[in-house]
């Protein structure tokens, strides 16, 4: 992983605080497993159609979108635990930015990266907390800090490391600048006849992928230190 995890004193006294912090970054993979579970017992519902954040309505029956204003018939009886899953997102993002902080180069990518990672982490608990039939308001601000705000910092973060770690920097980079610009059009309503849901998951799943993958290789990292005694 990055440089910044060496031997020293201070990787050995802030080893532990990385490691779980790495796991954090793992665990945002249970991301998936709320989202295909709300999938599986949702009516009406089409992943490449429909937005992610209809599987978080609130209510049932008729929901009026607000880009074309047309009325779609989703229920979503597990939207309690997706939206669970996004508030719990947001806070194991947060925390694996705070914790990993150490093993990150001492740079102004870096911490903007990490930075704009935290705001990108209020900004998914804030989907979580305010579904889009409860308070568009909220929800939508909450969706440009994550989706937004969030994939900036992923790519920074990638960019950071991408001299030292070309595979996970490098994916970083890339994977920062593909869900930027997909969530751009998402915005602008150009999807390319793939469905706005089909847009907004590529705008939203690399950013919960790298840093389960970056979690990862932290982890793995620091075990390897451990192990060497260092």
Known sequence: ???????????????????IGAMLWVLCLEYFLVQAIAVAESSGYSMARHEISYLGLAGCGSFVRAADGAALDICSPGHA?????????????????????????ASHAARSG???????AVG??????????TNPMLHGIG???????GNVGMGLLGYSVSGSQRWIGGIGLAAGIVS?????????????????GTME????????????????????AA???RRAGA
């Open 180 to 196: 930027t610009a997909a969530f751009i059009l998402y915005l602008a309503h150009v999807d390319f006849g793939l469905g706005a």
């Open 114 to 120: 990490l930075a704009l990672l935290c705001a990108g």
């Open 223 to 225: 075990l390897r230190q």
């Open 81 to 105: 635990l997706f939206n669970g899953g996004i508030v719990l997102l947001g806070a194991l993002m947060a925390g694996g930015a705070i914790l990993t902080r150490a093993a990150w180069p």
């Open 201 to 220: 998951r590529v705008a939203g799943y690399p950013k919960t992928l790298w840093l389960a993958l970056a979690g990862a290789a932290l982890l793995a």
């Open 124 to 133: 998914a608990s804030m989907v979580g907390l305010w579904p889009v039939d």
């Open 1 to 19: 992983m990055p440089s910044a995890l060496q031997p020293t004193r201070t990787d050995r006294d802030t080893r532990g605080q990385t490691m």
């Open 143 to 149: 969706a440009v800090l994550a989706l937004g705000i």
